[in-house]
């Protein structure tokens, strides 16, 4: 049990790489609030926790709005009077430059940035107060460098941004035990996966399963590990950063990508 007795809040956890994190840290002990806009597919995520003999409960929430992050903090704190663990992880895929609209770009912002400063913030005030606190990012190897999403510019500069404000973060409050470290998958098998294209009109487009197929080769090709990962692969990392097997890590941001950077 390597989170026996922590309290967790991952905000996504109703897909993708939050669900597989949320039921991960669940198994090694965890009291988990799953945060995400979908209310059935995150209620989906708190029954499979929960038939695992795990704690769990279920919060609505927009990321993108700054009011939505405070009352999840609160919620935690609430419901399990402590809070150990913010994983801020739900995300938006972005568009082409082509397609990029004054709207999306805010979108990405709003959800990718905005929202997740002012969760921080709000939970540091929480962490301050118990001396120690651990928050986890999902960035992206796009944040890092052009070659991950460059195609998708407003995705990629708002993930380098999500990257700085670990680095910010994690220097303003070592002192008080809390440590901040991102993680930054490459290519990954999740629904956002899917939502890697956009139609003419800009709209997300899902790929029906021969294109899916497709999109993958291409991506395998350029992987050293010849495969696009795993939400289990990212969720393991999630875990060694969570834990405090990682104690003297702290402003980090980890690329996970199969050696494709
Ligand atoms: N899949 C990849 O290839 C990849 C690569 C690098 C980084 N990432 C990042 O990983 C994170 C998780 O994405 P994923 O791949 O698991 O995708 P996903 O689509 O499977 O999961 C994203 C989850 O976030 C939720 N969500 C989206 N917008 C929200 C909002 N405004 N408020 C609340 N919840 C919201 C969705 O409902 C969904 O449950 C994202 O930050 C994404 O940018 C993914």
Not at 59 to 73: F, L, R
Request: glycine share 12%; proline share 2%.
């Amino acid at each position: 049990m390597r989170l026996e007795g922590k309290v967790a809040v991952i905000t996504g956890a109703g897909s993708g790489i939050g669900r597989a994190t949320a039921i991960l840290f669940a198994k090694e002990g965890a009291k988990i609030l799953v945060a995400d806009y979908n209310a059935k597919s995150g209620q989906e995520t708190v029954e499979q926790i929960k038939k695992a003999g795990g704690t769990a409960g279920f919060i609505e929430v927009d990321i993108g709005k700054i009011a939505d992050n405070e009352n999840m903090i609160d919620t935690a704190v609430n419901l399990y009077s402590r809070l150990d663990i913010l994983y801020n992880n739900a995300g938006l895929g972005g568009p082409t430059l082509e397609l990029t609209t004054e709207e999306n770009w805010r979108a990405m912002l709003d959800v990718n940035l905005t929202g997740p400063f002012f969760a921080c913030k709000h939970a540091i005030e929480v962490m301050k107060k118990q001396g120690s606190g651990n928050i986890l990012f999902t960035g992206s190897a796009g944040g890092l460098k052009g070659t991950g999403r460059a195609r998708s510019p407003s995705y990629a500069v708002v993930k380098a941004g999500v990257i700085l404000l670990t680095d910010c973060l994690s220097r303003l409050v070592g002192q008080y035990n809390i440590r901040v470290n991102c993680i930054c998958p490459g290519v990954t098998n999740t629904a956002l996966y899917d939502s890697h294209f956009y139609d003419a009109q800009g709209n997300a487009h899902t790929l029906n399963e021969e294109e899916k197929r497709a999109f993958m080769a291409g991506f395998n090709k350029q992987i050293s590990l010849g495969r696009v990962g795993t939400p289990e692969e990212i969720a393991n990392l999630a875990l060694f950063l969570a834990s405090d097997e990682s104690s003297h890590i702290t402003g980090e941001a980890i690329l996970i990508d199969g050696g494709r950077m």
